[in-house]
């Protein structure tokens, strides 16, 4: 009797660059979603530090780690950096530079404004305008609808507070995310 070779399906190559242990899980998160829907795509989430502390040296570090990544596999096809806001807010300059080197990478930067926490806040139900002014404040705040949250969270404890209706809610006020997940085809 002749054995059936397993299909594998060829997943496209995404890359999603980070900050830190809670934006990586957040990116496990979203490539756990991909992988639930069978998507056709594979997010490579990459932890940016150590080794890069503000925002321009994490743009410098994704062309790095691409072009590394790149030699071993298929090119990526999709670009993304997940960075807080508030590292480079009221820097005209340095942001205009972060921009330039992340086009001329053809990277695509999703700012957490002012960071990472409320980002997460906004993908709960009734705080989508959320606005905290700081990172305290956003942690405070978030604390309200997740009674629990400290960093580092991991792709588990993510998945066990946030859903897909929550990110879907986040894209509609969030461009360069919304571009992301057009991309991956998790919203229309």
Same mark, same amino acid.
């Given at each position: 009797m002749r054995r059936r070779n397993a299909h594998i399906p060829v997943r496209k190559p995404v890359f999603l660059g980070c900050e830190g242990e809670s934006e990586q899980a957040y990116g496990q998160f979203l490539n756990d979603i991909v992988r639930q829907k069978e998507l056709p795509f594979h997010i490579e989430v990459v932890n940016l530090n150590p080794g890069a502390g503000?925002?321009? /040296?994490?743009?410098?570090?994704?062309?790095?780690? !691409?072009?590394?990544?790149?030699?071993?596999?298929?090119? &990526?096809?999709? =670009?993304?950096?997940?960075?807080?806001?508030?590292?480079?807010?009221?820097?005209?300059?340095?942001?205009?530079?972060?921009? /330039?080197?992340?086009?001329?990478n053809?990277?695509? !930067?999703?700012?957490?404004?002012?960071?990472?926490e409320a &980002?997460?806040? =906004?993908h709960f139900e009734g705080r989508l305008t959320a606005n905290p002014p700081d990172?305290?404040?956003?942690?405070?705040?978030?604390?309200?609808?997740?009674?629990?949250?400290?960093?580092?969270m991991s792709r588990l404890e993510v998945s066990r507070r946030i859903d897909l209706e929550g990110v879907e809610r986040v894209s509609g006020n969030h461009q360069e995310f919304a571009a992301l997940l057009r991309f991956l085809r998790l919203i229309p």
């Amino acid at each position: 009797m002749r054995r059936r070779n397993a299909h594998i399906p060829v997943r496209k190559p995404v890359f999603l660059g980070c900050e830190g242990e809670s934006e990586q899980a957040y990116g496990q998160f979203l490539n756990d979603i991909v992988r639930q829907k069978e998507l056709p795509f594979h997010i490579e989430v990459v932890n940016l530090n150590p080794g890069a502390g503000d925002p321009l /040296a994490r743009v410098k570090k994704a062309v790095q780690e !691409i072009a590394r990544r790149n030699q071993r596999r298929a090119e &990526f096809q999709y =670009r993304a950096l997940l960075m807080d806001d508030d590292q480079i807010a009221g820097d005209h300059q340095r942001r205009q530079q972060v921009h /330039a080197l992340a086009a001329q990478n053809k990277i695509s !930067i999703i700012w957490q404004t002012p960071c990472h926490e409320a &980002f997460l806040l =906004r993908h709960f139900e009734g705080r989508l305008t959320a606005n905290p002014p700081d990172s305290a404040t956003s942690q405070a705040n978030l604390l309200q609808v997740w009674p629990g949250y400290a960093k580092p969270m991991s792709r588990l404890e993510v998945s066990r507070r946030i859903d897909l209706e929550g990110v879907e809610r986040v894209s509609g006020n969030h461009q360069e995310f919304a571009a992301l997940l057009r991309f991956l085809r998790l919203i229309p």
